[in-house]
Structure formats: structure tokens, C-alpha cells
Nanobody
Framework: QEQLVESGGGSVQAGGSLSLSCTTS????????MGWFRQAPGKEREAVALINMYNVTNVADSVKGRFTVSLDNAKKTLYLEMNSLKIEDTGLYYC??????????????????????WGQGTHVTVSS
């Protein structure tokens, strides 16, 4: 089973920047998508920024223009660059990965229940 290990995160004031990274042990199948999800206190986990095997990205409207997701296949590492952070970006950020022998539509990739592999989560706290 694929293992995901996250690093980064921390605390920052509003308007600041943080970076996250997630290293994978490798995908089970040739087709895959990876992404960052977050869960704020009392809220459900939601997709923030996704990327697939073709390096096509899918970013939530709430973070568009501020967050950038990228994937270094050689290093098997997923990144999230977060700029202009807002208080509402606070939460527990998870790296998720889904691989399959079939095509993975975005609707499946961004649905937490469809994600088969998760990192341990890392906290991002944005204060005023």
C-alpha cells in the first residue's frame, strides 16, 4: 500500500506564506492523482489542490491564485506553495493519493471518501 509522508506547515500571520511537501512510496497503479485536502475544526475534509499523472491541476476556487500545487515525479514528492494566507486557510492539511488501472475523473479525485491513501496530516495556522 502506498505510504505518504508529509512535512511543512506551521504558523504564520495572515498574508504570509507556507510550503508543504508530501513524499510517496510509489503508486500501486499507473494512473493516479494526488492532492492536498484540509479539514478545519468542526468541518468536513475538503479538496484544496489536486494534480494528476499528466501534471494537470485542479484548484479550489477559494485558493485559486494563492496556492500552487506541483509534483516532482523524480523525487516522488508533491508540493503545495501557499501564499497570501488567510485566517480561513487554517486547518489540518492532508496529502492524499488515489491510483487505479482506470481513468480517474476529477470528481473522484477530489472526493475524500474516494481517496485510498492519506498522509498523517500537518497543521497550518494563520493568525491575524
Amino acid at each position: 500500500q502506498e505510504q505518504l509522508v508529509e512535512s511543512g506547515g506551521g504558523s504564520v500571520q495572515a498574508g504570509g506564506s507556507l510550503s508543504l511537501s508530501c513524499t510517496t512510496s510509489g503508486h500501486t497503479f499507473s494512473r493516479y492523482c494526488m492532492g492536498w485536502f484540509r479539514q478545519a475544526p468542526g468541518k468536513e475534509r475538503e479538496a484544496v489542490a489536486l494534480i494528476n499523472m499528466y501534471n494537470v491541476t485542479n484548484v479550489a476556487d477559494s485558493v485559486k491564485g494563492r496556492f500552487t500545487v506541483s509534483l516532482d515525479n523524480a523525487k516522488k514528492t508533491l508540493y503545495l506553495e501557499m501564499n497570501s494566507l488567510k485566517i480561513e486557510d487554517t486547518g489540518l492539511y492532508y496529502c492524499g493519493a488515489h491510483s487505479s488501472s482506470a481513468v480517474i475523473p476529477w470528481v473522484r479525485c477530489r472526493t475524500p471518501k474516494e481517496i485510498k491513501n492519506w498522509g498523517q496530516g500537518t497543521h497550518v495556522t494563520v493568525s491575524s
